[in-house]
């Protein structure tokens, strides 16, 4: 396993992003009624306090770019077991008055002492849970994303973009149903540090529960650092140096991150993949995200069925959806990697003849 393997191999990859707001958010937990509409815009992301983040910075004359950073920042505090500056991300963005659609990749890096034995002990034998401790983290990207992003698209000043966020984690949010059960059902307690025991959990390991306010004021402070002496702060200053040490001296498979693994980091702008199905533009994010080459290859696979006709409850619909996933895996396996690293046949992964005859080994 190379290094660039690596980079997708590090645990927090947490996010993305939609983007735009103006149609109220649904309380989290309510059931959905109806669909939800907006004339000028709307922002979607997985909870309620995030989406309200992103509209209050359309409403205040900010981009789509401003209100997808100020999105990720609130869902940094209000789901932090899920989402936000901790690990990386992708932007997909289009600009009718900009030439179109570009794409931000910010995804984590491994540090540059990853190698094929970084999840090895000396035997050769995996180390015990992998997916705990230093070695787990990877460099974030999401701050040089947005850096990026904002330069190009932003409208309003970079510190507006922090205000909701800052306020949720200073003033505290309360525990949500999706953040108690994720935190009851995929974390151990005894797994996180004594400080993220002391504010998640109860005195005895059970996830607080639903409605108790959290206030983080550590957080608080590092965003507002972020707001007002911008990333390079984060990457170089104070955060980066809190961030190694704590990575290097974990209990728990300590790492090998550097200060120049944080510095260095670099995110990137790249093309956006589109292709046409059934009269529509299909444009998604490219490697190193496997999103534009395996949802198109779904839906491109299943153009020649008439889904429509045999209806959303059809056993026979649900199983060519399947069968069409799994060829698109497949393909997603064999041939999607980091760019940066190895050559990914985007065209030939997109190519209707390639597609049709993909299409015809569904029976």
């Not at 997808?68 to 932007?91: K, N």
């Amino acid at each position: 396993m190379s290094r660039p393997m690596l980079r997708h191999l590090l645990l927090p990859a947490a996010l993305l992003l939609a983007s735009c707001a103006t149609a109220p958010a649904v309380e989290q937990g309510a059931p959905a009624t109806a669909p939800a509409t907006a004339s000028r815009g709307m922002v979607s992301a997985a909870d309620p306090r995030a989406a309200q983040a992103g509209r209050e910075i359309l409403d205040a004359g900010g981009s789509a770019a401003d209100a997808a950073l100020a999105t990720l920042l609130a869902l940094t505090v209000v789901e932090p077991q899920s989402s936000g500056i901790g690990g990386g991300g992708f932007l997909v963005y289009h600009d009718a008055g900009a030439g179109g659609a570009t794409s931000y990749d910010g995804r984590e890096e491994a540090p540059a002492a990853a190698g094929p034995g970084w999840f090895l002990d000396a035997q050769g034998a995996v180390i015990a849970e992998p997916m705990l401790g230093g070695k787990a983290v990877g460099v974030p990207g999401n701050f040089r994303m947005f850096e990026l992003a904002h330069a190009k698209h932003g409208k309003l000043p970079w510190a507006r973009l922090f205000g909701p966020a800052i306020r949720l984690a200073r003033d505290g949010f309360a525990v949500s149903t999706r953040m108690r059960e994720m935190l009851g059902g995929r974390t151990s307690a005894a797994a996180l540090t004594p400080w993220a025991r002391e504010r998640f959990f109860e005195a005895g390991g059970q996830p607080k529960a639903v409605g108790t306010v959290i206030r983080n004021p550590e957080l608080a402070a590092l965003l507002e650092g972020v707001a007002t002496r911008g990333p390079d702060w984060f990457y170089t200053g104070p955060p980066a140096q809190n961030l190694v040490r704590t990575v290097t001296a974990a209990a728990k498979n300590p790492s090998a991150m550097t200060l120049g693994d944080l510095a260095s980091y670099d995110a990137k702008q790249r093309d956006v993949p589109c292709g046409e199905y059934r009269g529509h533009r299909i444009c998604g994010m490219g490697p190193p995200s496997s999103g534009a080459t395996t949802v198109f290859a779904i839906l491109k696979q299943l153009e020649r069925f008439d889904l429509a006709a045999l209806g959303p409850d059809s056993p026979e619909a649900w199983h060519l959806i399947a069968e069409s996933m799994r060829l698109a895996y497949a393909d997603r396996g064999a041939y999607l990697g980091d760019p940066e690293y190895v050559r990914v046949p985007v065209q030939g992964l997109m190519d209707p003849s390639y597609l049709a005859s993909r299409s015809q080994l569904i029976g």
